[in-house]
């Protein structure tokens, strides 16, 4: 089966270890980190989303018009526009990048930053949103003829839009989520379903959790797996392990200064995900062939924060590990990230792909 990488498309050089030296949207800054993963191997970068960041929209379509191979995916959430709305700009932006565009549906698993746009659901209330927002999106994506729709969350009428995407019958979906609210809704309606890296019994646990909210929502295939880890590798492991003391010290160094401190959640975080990273933070710092969980208890389970250590063979043969359980879609950024990139996309990438593909040689 075909494998995938995504990276990262930062607006400016600032990470949990580096604070940025100029604008939230550096366009040169944000252009070369663009270029260098489509120069070395990546199929895809993600323009996340956040109350206070640049609009991953516009970011991503001055992207497309300077890239000419390199996917992006969009992060969404639909408490910000109108379902309407957002399948027009969506739209668009397929067809400036000429089909290069998935969308990543964030239903939000902290109260309070959602209220900071103004979303003052409860969180079961957001992803019944989303999951309403998504079906929307789809139909107004696919339909040619005017449609209605008068459901919990939104009502219009007579509603047809005249931009298309490029991709049929429309750009990919993805969603994550770590409840079981999460697990409905992505596994009704997404075609990615994305997953924070965990030890290998509990990603298998968490994949079969999607493929049975797939089948109870009538579905006959399952949603792509994908899973995210941040990368820490040098040439031999004491080299690697070292980097990662140092990289947890910079961390540290830079959540004293509070640097952190605006986009962290308030108290113990209210989302399944944080809070099974957590727990696996506490059960050990090491686990299966190479993944590291300082980082995660430090950012206190902030997103994407278990790392993955070692020589460039270890790490790829942990992530190989991921894909023998059925991942398809393998996400990772580094600490420094414009240099890691290029680091993991020379010495990394190339190696997960020929075992994926010695092992699709041999699959009956």
């Keep these: 089966m075909p494998v995938e990488f995504l990276g990262i498309a930062a607006t400016n050089e600032g990470s949990e270890v580096t604070a940025r030296s100029g604008a939230s949207f550096d366009k040169d800054y944000t252009l070369r980190l663009a270029r260098a993963h489509e120069d070395h191997g990546w199929d895809r970068v993600l323009f996340a989303y956040g109350s206070d960041s640049p609009d991953p929209s516009p970011a991503a379509a001055y992207i497309a018009a300077r890239t000419d191979r390199l996917q992006i995916l969009v992060a969404h959430r639909p408490n910000v526009s109108y379902p309407t709305f957002a399948a027009k700009t969506f739209a668009t932006l397929d067809r400036i990048s000429d089909g290069r565009l998935a969308v990543h549906f964030i239903t939000g698993g902290n109260d309070h930053e959602q209220q900071r746009e103004g979303d003052f659901l409860t969180k079961d209330e957001r992803y019944a949103r989303t999951r309403e927002a998504i079906q929307i999106i789809k139909r107004a994506w696919t339909s040619h003829e005017p449609f209605d729709h008068e459901g919990t969350h939104y009502r219009f009428n007579d509603f047809v839009s005249d931009i298309f995407p490029v991709q049929q019958p429309h750009p990919r979906v993805s969603f994550g989520g770590s409840s079981p609210a ?95 990273l957590l727990a696996v933070a506490a059960s050990g710092d090491r686990h299966d062939r190479a993944l590291w969980t300082p980082t995660a208890a430090e950012t206190g389970g902030a997103g994407n924060s278990t790392a993955l250590v070692g020589t460039p063979e270890t790490v790829a043969q942990a992530l190989l590990d991921y894909y023998d359980l059925g991942v398809e879609i393998l996400s990772a950024r580094g600490y420094d990230l414009l240099d890691d990139a290029i680091d993991f996309g020379r010495h990394v990438i190339p190696i997960v792909r020929e075992e994926v593909a010695k092992r699709d040689a041999t699959r009956p």
Excluded: H, M
């Design 182 to 276: 999460a697990y409905a809704a992505g596994g009704a309606e997404a075609d990615i379903y994305c997953l924070w890296g965990e030890p290998l019994a509990q990603t298998a646990e968490q994949i079969e959790s999607v493929k049975a909210a797939a089948k109870a929502a009538g579905r006959t295939d399952v949603p792509t797996i994908q899973v995210a880890f941040r990368p820490i590798i040098a040439p031999t492991e004491e080299l690697a392990w070292e980097k990662a003391y140092a990289t947890l010290e910079r961390v540290k160094a830079r959540k004293a200064g509070a640097a952190l401190s605006r986009r962290r959640p308030l108290g113990e975080p209210q989302n399944a995900g944080s809070q099974r």
